[in-house]
């Protein structure tokens, strides 16, 4: 059996921009996990099935090289559009097809099931892709299971920057931004299109200063990307917009040039105005991005020095904090536990854990 992992991931500035072309964002993964095992079939049907759901799974067949599953169900909507795009190009380098049992793991949610939003959706199509990678003896780089993993997970989730993927892919710290999805959109041959440079993508590993200290929040409540992305998009203030994506990508760009130079106080000037940033948006779309707790866990941060923002979408889920290594870090996550915020001790993956 082959067993491989993908990590979750946290955003720590550029949202709502990143969605858009060219516009830059910093993401860092971390050490919780979706794991794939995957072994080939005894049988004639696959299975696909998963801890989080002990009494579902799925059973697949090839019919004409084409994926067919014999029953439904959406919990595995990203498994099976990774399993079909990684077919699809296993048939375009005239490799015969595998038949195969994927079983998946999680530890991106906690113990009671409750979702602390760090990109499952994304790490689950990863976690197959590599899987399958191994299965096949392909030896894909880093930036081809990056663009095969967009491709199956653009096809379920329909928007979004990828940025997710991209962390899960790749690891640790990185600046990000998307490429242009009408562009990908006109490809039909999945082996050019791994081959070509994507317009506009970038991925580019970042080292953090060695003082730099990420801490994590989380507000106890789930919130939708999808949703508040959608509401974001359909927001009829088109100049206010373009300024929006404008100030963010000038602020993202100083804060690589900070990561560049190990310059923590830059980076947490940056951090301090992303938020100014995403604060504006949510006035004038009238979203509710940053809400009390994610509100209270930034002032906090500033209490001792450091400097917060919400994390992702916003609208609930985790905040993060930066702030120095030698800052009082057990007074700062008091203080936030009394507010209704939970401090979440994760690290920063890298792949010499993989």
């Given at each position: ?116 939003g760090l990109g499952s959706s994304a790490a689950v199509t990863v976690a197959t892709i590599k899987a399958l990678n191994e299965l096949y003896d392909l030896n894909l780089c880093k930036l081809q299971i990056f663009k ?164 992702g979408a916003g609208g609930g889920d985790c905040g993060i904090a930066i702030v120095e290594k030698q800052s009082p870090i057990k007074d700062i996550e008091t203080k936030w536990t009394e507010n209704g915020i939970v ?12």
């Amino acid at each position: 059996m082959i067993s491989v992992k993908a990590p979750g991931k946290l955003y720590v500035a550029g949202e709502y921009a990143v969605v858009e072309k060219g516009c830059p964002a910093i993401i860092v993964a971390i050490d919780q996990y979706i794991t794939a095992n995957i072994s080939e079939s005894e049988n004639n049907v696959g299975v696909i099935h998963s801890k989080q759901y002990e009494n579902d799974k799925i059973e697949w067949i090839y019919d004409n090289n084409q994926i067919k599953t014999l029953n439904d169900n959406s919990s595995f909507n990203y498994v099976i559009s990774a399993m079909k795009t990684f077919e699809k190009y296993v048939e375009e380098l005239d490799i015969n097809h595998k038949l195969y049992n994927i079983n998946i793991d999680s530890n991106l949610n906690s113990q009671d099931g409750k979702k602390y939003g760090l990109g499952s959706s994304a790490a689950v199509t990863v976690a197959t892709i590599k899987a399958l990678n191994e299965l096949y003896d392909l030896n894909l780089c880093k930036l081809q299971i990056f663009k095969l993993a967009a491709i199956a997970h653009l096809r379920i989730q329909g928007n979004g920057s990828l940025g997710d993927v991209a962390a899960s892919s790749f690891g640790g710290w990185i600046a990000y931004s998307s490429f242009d999805k009408n562009w990908l959109t006109n490809q039909t041959n999945l082996k050019k299109t791994l081959e070509q440079r994507w317009p506009h993508l970038m991925i580019e590993t970042l080292t953090p200063p060695s003082n730099l200290e990420l801490l994590i929040g989380w507000t106890g409540t789930p919130a939708s990307t999808a949703n508040l992305l959608k509401s974001v998009e359909e927001s009829s203030n088109a100049d206010r917009y373009n300024q929006f994506l404008s100030k963010s990508k000038s602020c993202i760009n100083k804060m690589i040039s900070g990561f560049k130079n190990k310059d923590l106080t830059a980076i947490k000037r940056q951090i301090k105005e992303n938020r100014n940033i995403i604060v504006e948006l949510a006035s004038f779309t009238g979203i509710d991005i940053e809400t009390n707790k994610l509100k209270r866990l930034c002032e906090i941060a500033e209490e001792y020095n450091g400097s917060g923002k919400s994390s992702g979408a916003g609208g609930g889920d985790c905040g993060i904090a930066i702030v120095e290594k030698q800052s009082p870090i057990k007074d700062i996550e008091t203080k936030w536990t009394e507010n209704g915020i939970v401090p979440l001790h994760l690290n920063i993956y890298s792949e010499q854990e993989a």
